[in-house]
């Protein structure tokens, strides 16, 4: 990463309460082509989440703590706070002197953008405005938010509006939280009703709704040049297993999250580490 840092874009794409067993399921059965094609050998890795729910899980995040690989560590990190005794910071992390990786690439010159998606986000309030606020420049609207069945359509436009003000010669961190897999998802599955609720079947629902419109995403910022992409889950959600319901609880539906990290290259339409 410190090859990465100044000279890549970088891209944060968290899919907000996304279980490990629905994207893989998914992916297995060939309901993904568009995240398939840029995952490394076509698989998500398994992870655990460093947190149980939005807000706890992406302040770890931006603090460099990432969701952790499921076996036996220590696990070289990406990106780190610079913190004495720390078992995780290798020669190759990139390491800040700031409590946030937001704070510290924009004074490296990046422009920091957040497009935020649940409420943790939407600069309503104090607490909404927390993670936002560690960003130079935050976008939240209504049509991005959990209630939106076109929420990430909605949010893809507006990266892709920000984009498009990008000087050739300024780098980008784009952070997107990606609303759409949280509760309610229950109308992106045709034949469903607010009635019948959320379940595992409308997750997936949503989660191939997000595969449908991601090659925008990563079209707009294939056209800047080489971009490094994080995407993952900052934590699962429970439909039920064991009797659990929602999430910040737990249990393995949540604490156990996909992720994969790929590099993004204008020069070729599948470019994974």
């Known amino acids: 990463m ?29 309901r993904l082509p568009n995240l398939t094609a840029v995952l490394p050998s076509g698989r998500w890795e398994e992870r655990h989440a460093p947190g149980s729910f939005t807000y706890a899980s ?21 990106f780190a706070a610079r913190f004495a005794g720390s078992e995780t910071t290798a020669p190759e992390t990139f390491v800040f002197d700031r409590p946030d990786l937001p704070t510290a690439l924009g004074e490296l010159g990046y422009r920091t953008v957040c497009i935020g998606g649940v409420g943790f986000f939407n600069n309503q309030g104090a607490l909404g405005s927390v993670l936002p606020g560690l960003f ?24 892709e509006q920000v984009i498009a003000t990008m000087r050739a010669d300024e780098r980008l961190f784009l952070f997107l939280n990606v609303s759409a897999l949280h509760q309610p998802n229950w109308f992106h599955l045709p034949g469903a009703t607010k009635e019948s609720g959320d379940t595992r ?4 629902a949503a989660l ?47 604490w156990t999250v996909p992720y994969a990290h ?12």
């Open 2 to 30: 410190k090859e990465v840092v100044g000279r890549d874009d970088l891209l944060l794409l968290t899919l907000d309460t996304l279980r490990y067993d629905v994207a893989v399921e998914e992916t297995a059965a060939g």
């Open 58 to 78: 992406h302040q770890a995040i931006f603090a460099g703590f990432l969701p952790t690989p499921a076996a036996p560590g220590p696990h070289p990190r990406l």
């Open 136 to 159: 130079a420049e935050s976008h939240w609207e209504p049509e991005f938010s959990v209630a939106s069945p076109t929420s990430f359509e909605a949010q893809v436009a507006r990266a």
């Open 201 to 204: 079947e409308t997750h997936a």
């Open 208 to 254: 191939r709704y997000v595969d449908r419109h991601i090659p925008r995403l990563f079209g707009a910022l294939r056209a800047r040049g080489r971009c490094f992409a994080i995407v993952c889950s900052d934590h699962g959600t429970a439909y039920g297993d064991d009797g659990y319901t929602g999430h910040r609880l737990g249990h393995e539906s949540v």
């Open 262 to 273: 790929f590099f993004l290259d204008a020069d070729t339409p599948e470019d994974t580490t």
